[in-house]
């Protein structure tokens, strides 16, 4: 008898772990919804756009300088001096002033195309855009770093690229320094034209915000707007209400999405502290002139949610 359970347990040890894993997910799909979901609120700082600089031509000179020498055409040296002794000339004039033609032709559009790629250059639209996600999940003791948040939404300058960038900046760093508490690291980088990373950057930033029941707290383009406490009530709490406070709030979830113009070295995979560190301290040092976007998500935002 013993030998008989003891051969069937070495034949179905191998079947053990994925028929608990079955189970489990059988038993959480089952359980109900009051005890396997609870309601969560979230935070968001966020502004930018993704609409093409402007650019300003190169101011021409007033007509009448240099004796009047400018007067004409593209560059004005190619006017009627030039001409009009070919044309009277006889003869092969007529190539002459073919080729004159030509050749100024051929210099206008050199000047026209260079002119273009200095626009692209100096305020045009960029050639590359990159989207970098990082998301951190940390444990709840970390409620320190929620209050610094929270505090740097109802203070931050939302407004412009620069405060934009000093907000990017701070949460990194704040994040950096709640290390210990770290349980949960990810990083991901697209490059995309402009019209594609507008879209995507809206996709990613809509499926976050999607994961939370309400906001909260949110300061988007230097537009704050905070629930009161009797709002945050009822959607940010437990519906059980006698549950421990050891029970609420287990983790704490912070989401880095930007959008900046230019190549740029891609984000690391996280596999380890040091790897979500480097992507954490490359994210963060995004330069205000090519930050295009960005957005902050953290939840929970209501004290006490889970």
């Given at each position: 008898?013993?030998?008989?359970?003891?051969?069937?347990?070495?034949?179905l040890?191998?079947?053990?772990?994925?028929?608990?894993?079955?189970?489990?997910?059988?038993?959480?799909?089952l359980?109900p919804?009051?005890?396997?979901q609870?309601?969560?609120?979230?935070?968001?700082?966020?502004?930018?756009s993704?609409r093409?600089?402007?650019?300003?031509a190169p101011?021409?000179?007033p007509?009448?300088?240099?004796g009047?020498?400018?007067?004409?055409?593209?560059g004005?040296g190619?006017?009627?001096?030039l001409?009009f002794?070919?044309?009277?000339?006889?003869?092969?004039?007529?190539?002459?002033?073919?080729?004159?033609?030509?050749?100024?032709?051929?210099?206008v559009?050199?000047?026209?195309?260079?002119?273009?790629?200095?626009?692209?250059g100096?305020?045009?639209?960029?050639?590359?855009?990159?989207?970098?996600?990082?998301?951190v999940?940390l444990?709840?003791?970390?409620?320190?770093?929620?209050?610094?948040i929270?505090?740097l939404?109802l203070s931050?300058d939302?407004?412009?690229?620069a405060?934009?960038s000093?907000?990017?900046?701070?949460?990194s760093?704040?994040?950096?320094?709640?290390?210990?508490?770290?349980?949960?690291?990810r990083?991901?980088q697209?490059?995309?034209?402009?019209?594609?990373?507008?879209?995507?950057?809206?996709?990613?930033?809509?499926?976050?915000?999607g994961?939370?029941?309400v906001e909260t707290?949110?300061?988007?383009d230097?537009?704050?707007?905070q629930?009161?406490e009797?709002?945050?009530e009822?959607?940010?709490?437990r519906?059980?209400?006698?549950?421990?406070?050891?029970?609420?709030?287990?983790y704490?979830v912070?989401?880095?999405?930007?959008?900046?113009?230019?190549?740029?070295?891609?984000?690391?995979?996280v596999?380890?502290?040091?790897?979500?560190?480097?992507?954490?301290?490359?994210?963060?040092?995004?330069s205000s002139?090519?930050?295009?976007?960005?957005?902050?998500?953290?939840?929970?935002q209501?004290?006490?949610?889970?």
């Open positions: 008898m013993l030998k008989w359970m003891s051969a069937l347990t070495s034949r040890r191998p079947w053990l772990k994925p028929i608990l894993a079955v189970v489990l997910a059988i038993a959480i799909c359980a919804a009051s005890e396997a609870a309601a969560r609120s979230g935070g968001r700082i966020g502004g930018g993704f093409r600089p402007s650019y300003s101011r021409t000179m007509r009448g300088d240099y009047g020498g400018y007067r004409g055409g593209y004005g190619f006017g009627l001096p001409y002794p070919l044309f009277w000339g006889g003869g092969g004039g007529g190539l002459f002033t073919l080729l004159l033609v030509l050749g100024a032709g051929s210099f559009l050199r000047a026209v195309r260079s002119a273009r790629e200095g626009a692209d100096a305020g045009g639209a960029p050639t590359q855009t990159q989207v970098a996600e990082v998301q999940g444990l709840a003791s970390a409620r320190s770093l929620q209050k610094e929270d505090a939404a931050a939302a407004s412009d690229s405060g934009l000093k907000v990017l900046q701070e949460v760093l704040a994040l950096v320094r709640n290390e210990d508490y770290w349980v949960y690291g990083a991901a697209e490059t995309k034209s402009l019209n594609q990373a507008e879209q995507y950057f809206n996709q990613r930033a809509l499926q976050e915000r994961k939370v029941s707290l949110t300061n988007v230097d537009a704050i707007a629930l009161s009797s709002q945050k009822a959607p940010a709490r519906q059980n209400s006698d549950l421990a406070e050891s029970d609420v709030g287990e704490l912070v989401t880095l999405l930007v959008a900046f113009e230019g190549k740029s070295l891609p984000l690391p995979n596999d380890d502290a040091d790897t979500l560190r480097r992507c954490l301290m490359q994210i963060g040092g995004t002139d090519r930050l295009m976007a960005m957005e902050v998500l953290w939840t929970p209501a004290e006490g949610d889970t």
